[in-house]
């Protein structure tokens, strides 16, 4: 079992910057994958992307890519997102989720996650 728990959500302007984070805990963080996804208001969850469990693999969505960062610390159980150039459609609630497999194919999918955090909001206004 693996609880997350995200963090950092807030209110910035287009252009700006955010960090958002995810701590887990109950079982051995290194071993699982993470990933996040994002909601819009009336839009189906969005995958953003994802981390191997080494942190040594990423795959992101093109939408993010060369704008979003996303890092691991094993040793805090942590896994962050830094977002760049900020822009008014990436308002979204922001989801990490825990997965026991690493397919760079398959981190798209939500199915393929065993566990999900709460979310944390992130509204950027233009």
């Known amino acids: 079992q693996v609880q997350l728990v995200e963090s950092g959500g807030g209110l910035v302007q287009a252009g700006g910057s955010l960090k958002v984070s995810c701590a887990a805990s109950?079982?051995?963080?290194?071993?699982?994958?993470m990933g996040w996804f994002r909601q819009a208001p009336g839009k189906e969850h969005e995958f953003v992307v994802a981390i191997s469990g080494s942190g040594g693999s990423t795959s992101y969505a093109d939408f993010v890519k060369g704008r979003f960062t996303i890092s691991r610390d094993n040793a805090k159980n942590t896994v962050d997102l830094q977002m760049n150039s900020l822009k008014p459609e990436d308002t979204a609630v922001y989801y990490c989720a825990a997965s026991s497999r690493w397919s760079r194919g398959m981190m798209t999918t939500r199915r393929w996650y065993d566990y999900w955090g709460q979310g944390t909001q992130v509204t950027v206004s233009s």
């Open positions: 109950g079982s051995i963080f290194s071993n699982y994958a």
